[in-house]
């Protein structure tokens, strides 16, 4: 994809139109004609007026199994072990998501 420089609101518009999309973030950026890796820098930079954090941590599954466990706020999700960086990272867009009803 050609670099095309975007403003701060266009990229408000494409991370928001993302997040209602229900796409995955692949088939987001397909559509809105960005690449992947900027979506993502986006989406994990500040993000509006408020910083967008949510605090997470992981443990092993305590029923031995290879899975991990991923905390995030008062939500427990035990996943795979193949679960890779993006399906961990689409998780905590959408607890974030729930959360605060967006």
Do not use: H
């Not at 941590?57 to 199994?65: A, D, I, M, R």
């Not at 991923?70 to 607890?95: F, I, K, Y």
Request: glycine share 6%; with cysteine; aromatic share 4%.
């Amino acid at each position: 994809m050609a670099t095309k420089r975007r403003s701060r609101a266009e990229w408000q518009r494409i991370t928001q139109g993302y997040r209602s999309s229900g796409l995955t973030q692949e088939a987001s950026c397909k559509r809105a004609g960005v690449s992947l890796s900027a979506l993502q820098n986006w989406l994990y930079r500040k993000d509006g007026d408020e910083a967008r954090f949510v605090p997470m941590t992981t443990s092993s599954s305590p029923t031995g199994s290879d899975a991990m466990q991923v905390r995030v706020g008062e939500v427990l999700v035990t996943l795979p072990s193949s679960a890779t960086v993006d399906n961990v990272a689409e998780l905590v867009v959408r607890l974030e998501q729930r959360r605060t009803g967006a």
